[in-house]
């Protein structure tokens, strides 16, 4: 069964590093969603490509947060400098939608972040 | 702004019973709301998707409601087991193909 591939699993990191994350949706889903949970409370979007082109990054602090997917495929979320507050879950997610209509979106397992 | 409002207290019900769990929406009805499964250290799982024409849909021991009077869907997982212990995330379409999310809800089902 087809799955989004995220990596790395769980990253330590000092305060003001810089920090990367990658995902591989599942092959053919047009669609690719960060989303950022901190413990206890639900999954955030910080940024929605629509194959290479960025549809949503209202949320993203671009002062520090920045993301692409340049081939429309696979997608990498950087954060450079990290700070305390970064420390979370950053999931990937994606879909086969183009639509309007939101079909159900597949995640993966997640890459946790801890800054020290 | 569009809002999920799910029960931040955790549910704790004993197998064999009825779970129910409440996901309230603020503004105008969406065209679906959806629901997920996630356990700890883990991404969300998809369970169900409910639109806004639907009142009711099911799967296996799943049921999910929509009410769009009260602006408020239920979950329901009948005969519920200690393996469906873990969080449930409800989530709106909040426009172009974008989902918000709930802060979720803990089910705890002991034996």
């Known amino acids: 069964e087809a799955e989004v591939a995220q990596s790395p699993r769980y990253k330590i990191t000092e305060k003001s590093q810089a920090v990367a994350f990658w995902c591989d949706p599942i092959s053919g889903h047009a669609t690719l969603y960060w989303y950022r949970q901190i413990l206890g409370q639900g999954p955030e979007l910080l940024v929605q490509f629509q194959d290479e082109s960025v549809v949503d990054d209202s949320q993203l602090p671009k002062d520090r947060f920045s993301a692409e997917r340049l081939k429309g495929v696979d997608s990498t979320l950087k954060i450079q400098p990290a700070e305390l507050g970064d420390s979370a879950m950053y999931l990937c997610a994606s879909s086969p939608s183009t639509g309007k209509n939101t079909g159900e979106l597949f995640f993966g397992e997640g890459s946790r972040l801890t800054v020290l | 702004s569009q809002k999920i409002e799910q029960n931040s207290e955790a549910l704790n019900i004993q197998e064999g019973k009825t779970a129910t769990l409440t996901c309230n929406y603020t503004n105008y009805s969406p065209a679906y709301l959806q629901w997920y499964r996630q356990d700890p250290g883990r991404g969300p799982v998809f369970l169900l998707l409910?639109?806004?024409?639907?009142k009711e849909k099911r799967k296996e021991r799943l049921k999910v409601t929509f009410d769009t009077t009260l602006k408020q869907s239920l979950f329901h997982i009948t005969a519920s087991q200690p393996a469906d212990s873990a969080t449930y995330l409800c989530a709106r379409g909040g426009g172009y193909n974008k989902l918000i999310f709930g802060a979720g809800t803990r089910l705890a089902v002991h034996p």
């Open positions: 409910i639109r806004e024409n639907e």
